[in-house]
């Protein structure tokens, strides 16, 4: 988990609420990915960013927005169009878009988000 | 579109015995194949990657990888079990070309090695 942080550690969220979930490297990596984790269903892909000030959608990214105005931060904001937020959510970094055999993605120890 | 399997989500072992972690794979293309570990509430770590070259790969903590492109697998193995890597094994894939460095992963293999 060394070079990315992510908090807190633990989260709850009221009906109604937007919560925003921090994410922050030290790694000089370009890229940032936001997974979230249920049991049994593996790791989805959120959002994902390849250079600052731009991003993309994963594969369940309604309910959730991002922003990257900095390279070392990615912060995931859980809105409340989001009906079912209880999750464990994990960010991710790699050096760079290029798909190359260094691209190896480095975890953070994740978010867990309860809803209230 | 890419996809993992893991068709055991749970695998017994006795501390000593082999270990064995299947994982099978859907690529339009040659894939890059990695293994993650996760201990329970903690993000995950890398283990191993696939890329190119020697079909086995040889990774932390005394973890190997078999790819086998005829079979489309990546298994996991270790040749004795201990205690300590009982947690949870994900398989991830990645096409090498375009796809933005995205990782699909498979659903998770819980190892539970027991004396």
Redesign the interface.
């Known amino acids: 988990d060394g070079g990315i942080t992510q908090s807190p550690k633990y989260l709850f969220r009221k009906e109604g609420q937007n919560v925003t979930l921090s994410c922050e490297q030290n790694l000089n990596h370009d890229a940032m990915y936001w997974y979230r984790q249920d049991p049994g269903q593996g790791l989805r892909l959120i959002y994902y960013s390849q250079i600052v000030n731009d991003f993309q959608k994963g594969d369940i990214a309604e309910g959730y927005s991002v922003s990257r105005e900095k390279k070392e931060s990615f912060p995931l904001t859980v809105t409340s169009a989001q009906k079912n937020p209880t999750a464990f959510y994990l960010c991710a970094s790699s050096v760079g878009t290029k798909a190359g055999a260094k691209n190896i993605q480095y975890f953070g120890a994740g978010t867990r988000l309860s809803v209230l | 579109a890419q996809s993992v399997a893991q068709p055991e989500?749970q695998v017994n072992v006795a501390e000593g015995n082999p270990l064995t972690v299947k994982c099978t794979y859907s690529v339009s293309g040659n894939p890059?194949l990695?293994w993650?570990v996760q201990y329970p509430?903690?993000?995950?770590?890398?283990l191993l990657?696939y890329?190119?070259g020697d079909n086995l790969v040889k990774g932390s903590y005394g973890f190997e990888a078999e790819f086998n492109k005829s079979q489309t697998s990546f298994h996991l193995k270790k040749p004795s079990a201990l205690v300590s890597d009982s947690a949870l094994y994900?398989c991830a894939v990645?096409?090498?070309?375009?796809?933005?460095?995205?990782?699909t992963?498979?659903?998770?293999t819980q190892l539970k090695v027991e004396l």
């Open positions: 989500d890059y990695f993650y509430n903690r993000g995950l770590q890398f990657k890329i190119t994900f990645r096409v090498p070309t375009g796809g933005g460095n995205k990782l992963f498979g659903t998770g």
